[in-house]
């Protein structure tokens, strides 16, 4: 009898086409995270224009119409332009509204842009010892919502108050309730005039834990607002 032959035909098409549904599954979760997110979907694409080459040598593409890695590295100059923008916008805006200063201190940090806030006697931000905004505090909160709105900046405020400020409370309400509840007031004026909420990130009450650096923890310069300002790059 003629020995049968071997019909074992092996599995490695199977191997291949595991790969394959396995690509296309993250090819579309890929797509689906990228589908509300054009500058996302933006560096991704440019990863693939990219010769292999130029990963191990370096450079970048010439050819027109194509998208460099250097040109996606200069999102971070966009943003950074732009928030230097809004500061000076802002700082134009106080210079007319606060000749002498006192209001607000502009800062431009790694961490974006950091507005500071006094709720000083000559303008006060709110009524005293509460969470109350007075009409400046209302001028200054609607000034911002609209800044923040026109750019679509994320938001964090964090409430900070002077040692001074905690007398004549009322029982089991002190500097951390007022803190908390002067950023939460922050909050609510910026969304009630122009502000999304989906752009404010965060708010924060810090009570007098944190005083300004060489200033007395009862110092009027401790009852203040910190505004921090950015582009999230992805929206």
Avoid at 51 to 75: A, C, H, L, Y
Avoid at 138 to 144: A, I, K, T, Y
Wanted: glycine share 6%.
């Amino acid at each position: 009898m003629g020995k049968k032959k071997d019909e074992h035909h092996g599995g490695a098409w199977k191997v291949a086409y595991a790969d394959f549904v396995t690509a296309m599954m993250a090819l579309f979760i890929v797509l689906w995270i990228c589908k509300d997110k054009p500058k996302l979907a933006a560096m991704i694409s440019s990863q693939f224009r990219v010769p292999m080459t130029e990963w191990f040598f370096g450079g970048s593409q010439d050819k027109e119409g194509d998208q460099s890695i250097d040109e996606v590295r200069m999102t971070q100059d966009e943003i950074d332009k732009t928030i230097e923008k809004i500061a000076a916008e802002l700082q134009k805006l106080m210079d007319k509204e606060d000749p002498d200063q006192s209001a607000m201190e502009v800062q431009i940090t790694s961490d974006g842009l950091k507005i500071l806030l006094f709720d000083n006697p000559k303008k006060p931000l709110f009524q005293p010892k509460t969470a109350t905004l007075t009409k400046w505090g209302e001028f200054v909160m609607e000034s911002l919502s609209w800044i923040i709105d026109k750019n679509r900046l994320s938001v964090f405020i964090d409430g900070h108050v002077a040692t001074s400020e905690g007398n004549n409370f009322k029982k089991d309400y002190g500097l951390w309730e007022l803190s908390v509840d002067r950023a939460n007031s922050c909050r609510r004026a910026l969304v009630n005039y122009a502000c999304p909420p989906t752009l404010i990130y965060r708010i924060t009450g810090f009570g007098d834990s944190k005083p300004l650096p060489d200033t007395e923890p009862e110092s009027e310069e401790n009852d203040r607002m910190l505004f921090t300002l950015n582009i999230d790059p992805f929206k």
